[in-house]
């Protein structure tokens, strides 16, 4: 089945910083997602991509849905303590609306 | 906000029982789907519904699992014989089923089974 590579797969930095983390395949997903889950939570939908090339803000974060359809970035600019959580991407292909979950970023922030 | 709601938020069950997870979709959305998570582990999913019949399913929703719409606002999944490779947070989402490419997965709290 599809694959997400999902990298890094843990952060820790200080509170202003700025966070970047991707998500690769090596199929092509019409749909890219960035999903924040709290622990004992479900995921919380982030930011939502469903052009290649498109680039998309939320707020602080910004997330990018790769020219080739198999890769995506989301960015957080200046991080703050509630930043901190598990970080997935998750992506839908042609075949059905099924989601292809990365294996999570998680992010700790110090204050 | 409307939300996708889960009962009960914990179950825990002896191996062999059988468990039933609830699940409510928003309310004006027409697909619904079944995630789990084991334990420090990624998303995966399950299996979805649309129309009152399975529209897709993965290789893990065996036939211990099944899913059932009873009325109007439930969606439930069950597992016959539970095992101790069950034990995992199951989220059920939903979306309106508009064009996939543009349909939006929303989903709930979970619910944490434990097998033991």
């Known amino acids: 089945g599809q694959q997400l590579n999902q990298s890094p797969q843990s952060m820790f930095i200080q509170e202003g910083e700025d966070v970047s983390m991707n998500c690769t395949s090596s199929?092509?997903?019409?749909?890219w997602l960035w999903y924040k889950q709290d622990p004992g939570e479900g995921p919380v939908l982030l930011i939502a991509l469903y052009k290649a090339g498109e680039l998309t803000s939320n707020g602080r974060l910004t997330a990018q849905f790769g020219i080739t359809r198999k890769d995506s970035f989301l960015n957080i600019s200046a991080s703050i303590p509630s930043d901190v959580g598990i970080y997935f991407c998750?992506?839908?292909?042609?075949?059905?609306?099924?989601?292809?979950f990365g294996g999570g970023t998680r992010l700790m922030v110090k204050p | 906000e409307p939300e996708v709601t889960q009962t009960p938020s914990h179950q825990v069950t002896q191996m062999g029982q059988e468990v039933i997870l609830r699940c409510v979709p928003i309310s004006n959305h027409l697909y619904f789907y079944w995630y789990r998570q084991i334990l420090g582990q990624k998303v995966e999913f399950l299996v979805s519904?649309?129309?009152?019949?399975?529209?897709?399913k993965s290789e893990i929703f065996d036939d211990q699992f099944s899913v059932e719409r009873p009325d109007g606002s439930n969606f439930t999944l069950k597992i016959r014989s539970t095992k101790l490779e069950d034990s995992a947070m199951y989220f059920c989402a939903s979306s309106r089923g508009e064009l996939a490419s543009t349909d939006t997965q929303y989903f709930g709290p979970g619910t944490r089974l434990t097998v033991l």
């Open positions: 519904f649309y129309n009152n019949e399975i529209s897709e």
């Open positions: 199929s092509i997903f019409n749909t």
């Open positions: 998750a992506g839908q292909g042609n075949a059905g609306n099924m989601l292809t």
